[in-house]
């Protein structure tokens, strides 16, 4: 796998992906697009909730929707590393299993998000999720 992230001048950047896709980066507190570290938090939200969705699915249960909502905190120090960060799964559908959700979480967590399993050992995560029927 092979990246590249351009300067554009200012605090922005360009990372344009091997398969072509960019994505816009500001590090002015992201100001304009999306900082560095909040783009972990949505490549987290992201790599989890493709895990959590396909193993949900696998157990057909009838999901209609999915969304994760994160907060991270960050240490005081330079560099201003993730400490925390704590992932809210909120499902979406009917009789869905509680059991089956929690093994999903906890499945994407200690085993198939590789973007969770590479911070895991710097930043304290934690998750748990609600389910919403219709």
């Known amino acids: 796998m092979k990246a590249q992230v351009k300067w554009l001048g200012e605090e922005l950047f360009m990372g344009t992906s ?3 896709h960019t994505m816009v980066l500001d590090a002015n507190s ?5 900082s560095p570290m909040e783009g972990v ?5 992201g790599c989890s909730s493709v895990d959590v969705v396909s193993i949900l699915q696998k157990a057909r249960q009838n999901i209609t ?3 994760v909502e994160l907060s991270g905190t960050r240490v005081d120090s330079v560099p201003a590393l993730f400490e925390t960060i704590h992932l809210r799964f909120v499902i979406k559908g009917t009789d869905v299993a509680a059991k089956h959700v ?5 499945l994407s967590a200690d085993k198939y998000c590789s973007v969770a399993l590479m911070l895991n050992a710097k930043v304290n995560i ?3 999720f609600k389910i919403i029927a219709p």
């Open 41 to 45: 938090l949505i490549s987290l939200g």
């Open 30 to 34: 992201g100001n304009l697009a999306p």
């Open 18 to 20: 091997e398969s072509g």
């Open 102 to 106: 929690e093994r999903a979480v906890n």
């Open 126 to 128: 934690t998750h748990d």
């Open 65 to 67: 929707g999915c969304h």
